[in-house]
Each structure stands twice: as structure tokens, then as C-alpha cells.
């Protein structure tokens, strides 16, 4: 893990019980930034996350909510300034949902679904940090590999990621005379729990045929990338979106 220093700053990161989110709220914990973590529903995953956060004691709070409901969102930062006394500076919208099937089976209930979690809750939650912001924050979006070559598997999901890196430029022309930076991180092939052994195997093999690098990626490595864009590192980076992919995509 590459060392950053967020101390006196409070970041908002959506989908942080578990794989990517929490990866990212481990990186900025351990340096030394102060965070609450949102999920949907899976309490088992949120407690397992609480406990192994533990440590860190009354910099890290987890609360479920609905990011794509506008009263839920502007909660949360409430919340964080009741519990910080500080005011969100930092934003990571990591919160996703994919679902692969048949694009001809594709219903309009899933469609809405996935672009209202993975679009419109970012669209929010960057608004609510606009408005509330005088001077000086930091957006990033995860996006995905998915959202920038297209997908025969998950249409969905991939037109809501390449619309994420438009939202992310548009919202980092609007929130550069406040000084608020935003940028995306897009993802490859990453090792998380959502996989089990067989298909972390398989995958594998298939990495080594795709992927220059030959190898899928980690959560931590996704983090790192979104701790460089945060902090005063990429001070003069706005409108960018990494490739954190080992090379699947180069554009």
C-alpha cells in the first residue's frame, strides 16, 4: 500500500463493506483520514467490515443507505458532520451492482435499477458535496473497463460506467471554481469475494491471455490509484479517468 496523509480530512465512500470500497476505506484509515462507509443490505458483510475496523475506532462509522434516494444522501452528510465535526472533503462513489444475463431478456426494472445506483447516486451525491463545498474538495468515481470497451454480457452496467467518466468531466469542469476536483478510476479484472475459487481460477487463466500484465488486479491496487487522485499528489488532475487494468485498455 502506497502512503498517503489525509489527516483532519473526512471522506464519503459508497459500497464500503466490502472487495473495492473497503479496500479504499482501509488505504485512507491508515492514512489517517477519518470515514463513513455506506452499504445497501448485507448486514453479515457490513458487521464483518465494522469489526475489522475496529481499531480504528471513532474515524470510521458504516451506515446503510440507499444512494440513489436524494433524502438518504443528503443524511449522510449530515451524519458526518455530526459525528466529525467536520465536513465531508473527500468523495468515492464505488457503489455498484452488476448483473450479466441476456440482453434480450434485459427487463426495464433491472435497467433502471443498475443506472440508478451506479449514475444517478453519484449524480446526487457529487451535487450535495457541490453545494455544501466553499472551497476545496475532491471527487472520485469508479468506473470500470466495462464502461469504456462496451459489454456483450452486462449492457447495463457497462453504459452506466462510461456514462460515470462523462458525469466525472462534466462535474470537474463545474466544480473547478470551487476548487473541487473530480476524476474516475476504471477498473480491469479485480480479485474479489464476489468470486469463488473456481472462478477466481478461471478468470485467471483467462488474464493471462487478455491482460498484458497477465494477471487480474487487487483491491489495493484500485486503491491506490484513487488515494494518488484524492490527494494533493494530483492537485493539478482534474477530468481524468485512470486505467487501472494491467493493460486490458489503453484509451
Not at 462507509?37 to 464483518?48: F, L, Q, V
Not at 453545494?131 to 466495462?146: D, H, Y
Request: net charge negative; proline share 2%.
Amino acid at each position: 500500500m502506497i502512503k498517503f496523509d489525509f489527516d483532519g480530512k473526512v471522506a464519503l465512500v459508497t459500497g464500503a463493506s466490502r472487495g473495492i470500497g473497503k479496500a479504499i476505506c482501509h488505504a485512507l484509515l491508515e492514512s489517517n483520514c477519518k470515514v463513513i462507509g455506506t452499504y445497501a443490505s448485507n448486514d453479515d458483510a457490513a458487521n464483518e467490515c465494522r469489526e475489522a475496523f475496529n481499531i480504528y475506532g471513532n474515524r470510521f462509522i458504516l451506515v446503510k443507505s440507499d444512494v440513489s434516494c436524494r433524502q438518504q444522501a443528503a443524511e449522510l452528510f449530515t451524519q458526518a458532520d455530526l459525528h466529525f465535526n467536520q465536513k465531508i472533503q473527500l468523495l468515492i462513489n464505488n457503489a455498484g451492482i452488476l448483473q450479466q444475463g441476456d440482453f434480450n431478456q434485459l427487463s426495464d426494472e433491472q435497467w433502471d435499477n443498475t443506472f440508478a445506483v451506479n449514475l444517478k447516486g453519484p449524480f446526487i451525491l457529487s451535487q450535495e458535496l457541490l453545494r455544501r463545498t466553499e472551497s476545496g474538495a475532491a471527487i472520485v468515481n469508479i468506473s470500470s473497463v466495462g464502461g469504456q470497451t462496451g459489454g456483450n454480457k452486462a449492457p447495463d452496467y457497462a453504459a452506466t460506467k462510461a456514462a460515470l467518466i462523462s458525469l466525472t468531466r462534466s462535474v470537474a469542469r463545474l466544480g473547478a471554481e470551487k476548487n473541487v476536483r473530480s476524476n474516475a478510476v476504471a477498473p480491469g479484472w479485480i480479485k474479489t469475494e464476489i468470486f469463488n475459487e473456481q472462478q477466481l481460477e478461471t478468470l485467471q487463466q483467462q488474464a493471462e491471455a487478455v491482460i498484458p500484465l497477465k494477471r487480474m488486479g487487487t483491491p489495493d491496487e484500485v486503491a491506490n490509484s484513487v488515494l494518488f487522485l484524492l490527494s494533493d499528489a494530483a492537485s493539478y488532475i482534474t477530468g481524468h479517468c485512470i486505467n487501472t487494468n494491467g493493460g486490458m485498455y489503453f484509451g
